[in-house]
C-alpha cells in the first residue's frame, strides 16, 4: 500500500499555487464584454469557463471527502507515480478532446468573480485535505477524466490523483482561455 508522503504534498501544493497563478493571470483585467465573448453559440464564455472550472472543483472536492472512502482499495503492484504523472501531462492536454457532461456545464449565470473566489478558496480546501485527511492512496474511485484521456489503459485515481486533476483540469481550461483570446472576433 501507497501513502501519502510528504514529498507529494508539496508536489501538489506547488502545482496548485501555479495552476493558481496562470487562472490569475489569464483572467487579469478582463471586462465584462471579454469575460462573456462567445466565439460561437455553442461554445463557452471565460466566464462560463471559471464557472464550469468551480463546479469541477466542487464535485472533486465532495468526491475525495464522501466517496473516497468506501472506495475499493487499489490492487497490489499499482504504480502511483506513473498516475500521477499521467494526470499532471494528459489531462491538461488540450489535444486529447473530450465533452464535459451535462451535470458539469456552467448555466451561464454566475459571475467571473464569483467563480474565481470558489476556485481559489478550492486550492486551500485541497491542499488543507492533503495535509489532514490519512489514507488517500489506500483508496480508489473510478475516473472518466483518466478512462477518457489514456483511452481506457487507467481508469481509477486514488485520493490524491483526484486532488491533481482538478487542478490539471484548471491548466486545460487556461489553454482554453488562452486560444479564445487569442482567436477571431475577441474583443479588445
Same mark, same amino acid.
Given at each position: 500500500?501507497?501513502?501519502?508522503?510528504?514529498?507529494?504534498?508539496?508536489?501538489?501544493?506547488?502545482? @496548485?499555487? /501555479?495552476?493558481?497563478?496562470?487562472?490569475?493571470?489569464?483572467?487579469?483585467?478582463?471586462?465584462?464584454?471579454?469575460?462573456? @465573448?462567445?466565439?460561437?453559440?455553442?461554445? !463557452?464564455?471565460?466566464?462560463?469557463?471559471?464557472? *464550469?472550472?468551480?463546479?469541477? *472543483?466542487?464535485?472533486?472536492?465532495?468526491?475525495?471527502?464522501?466517496?473516497?472512502? /468506501?472506495?475499493?482499495?487499489? =490492487?497490489?503492484?499499482?504504480?502511483?507515480?506513473?498516475?500521477?504523472?499521467?494526470?499532471?501531462?494528459?489531462?491538461?492536454?488540450?489535444?486529447?478532446?473530450?465533452?464535459?457532461?451535462? @451535470?458539469?456545464?456552467?448555466?451561464?449565470?454566475?459571475?467571473?468573480?464569483?467563480?474565481?473566489?470558489?476556485? @481559489?478558496?478550492?486550492?486551500?480546501?485541497?491542499?488543507?485535505?492533503? =495535509?489532514?485527511?490519512?489514507?488517500?492512496? =489506500? *483508496?480508489?474511485?473510478?475516473?472518466?477524466?483518466?478512462?477518457?484521456?489514456?483511452?481506457?489503459?487507467?481508469?481509477?485515481?486514488?485520493?490524491? /490523483? !483526484?486532488?491533481?486533476?482538478?487542478?490539471?483540469?484548471?491548466?486545460? *481550461?487556461?489553454?482554453?482561455?488562452?486560444?479564445?483570446?487569442?482567436?477571431?472576433?475577441?474583443?479588445?
Amino acid at each position: 500500500m501507497t501513502t501519502l508522503i510528504a514529498n507529494d504534498v508539496e508536489q501538489a501544493r506547488r502545482y @496548485f499555487a /501555479q495552476t493558481r497563478a496562470r487562472v490569475a493571470e489569464a483572467t487579469a483585467g478582463l471586462t465584462d464584454t471579454q469575460l462573456r @465573448f462567445k466565439p460561437a453559440p455553442d461554445r !463557452w464564455s471565460i466566464a462560463e469557463i471559471l464557472e *464550469h472550472m468551480a463546479i469541477v *472543483h466542487g464535485r472533486v472536492l465532495q468526491r475525495i471527502m464522501e466517496q473516497l472512502p /468506501q472506495g475499493a482499495a487499489p =490492487e497490489p503492484g499499482r504504480d502511483s507515480q506513473l498516475l500521477d504523472a499521467l494526470v499532471l501531462e494528459k489531462i491538461p492536454d488540450r489535444s486529447i478532446r473530450a465533452n464535459a457532461p451535462a @451535470f458539469i456545464h456552467p448555466t451561464g449565470k454566475v459571475a467571473a468573480a464569483e467563480s474565481l473566489e470558489r476556485i @481559489f478558496a478550492d486550492y486551500e480546501r485541497l491542499i488543507h485535505l492533503l =495535509e489532514s485527511t490519512p489514507g488517500l492512496r =489506500e *483508496h480508489i474511485l473510478d475516473s472518466p477524466p483518466l478512462h477518457v484521456v489514456t483511452q481506457g489503459a487507467y481508469t481509477t485515481m486514488d485520493g490524491y /490523483q !483526484w486532488a491533481l486533476t482538478a487542478a490539471a483540469h484548471d491548466q486545460r *481550461h487556461v489553454r482554453q482561455i488562452e486560444e479564445l483570446k487569442a482567436g477571431p472576433g475577441y474583443p479588445a
